[in-house]
């Protein structure tokens, strides 16, 4: 092979090596964009347990006191 033709093959290589790099760049962003909306998503879970483990808690101990129980919830 002469050196045009080599010189015209590093240049082919780099340039896809290019595209390459900006797809697997864009790929990157993607994954972390999509990490962020589950982990928002967890995190939405997690706020409407406590409310419900809260709310819960308040109607136990409501009842208890309609009934005149008394409940150990600290177990």
Not at 44 to 70: H, P, R, V, W, Y
């Amino acid at each position: 092979m002469d050196s045009i033709r080599i010189l015209k093959r590093v240049a082919d290589f780099e340039l896809r090596l290019r595209i390459v790099h900006s797809k697997l760049d864009e790929l990157l962003r993607l994954q972390k964009r999509n990490i962020d909306k589950i982990m928002e998503g967890f995190r939405c879970i997690e706020k409407a347990f406590k409310i419900n483990c809260k709310a819960q808690m308040t109607m136990s101990e409501q009842l208890d006191e309609a009934t005149g129980m008394i409940t150990d919830h600290d177990c």
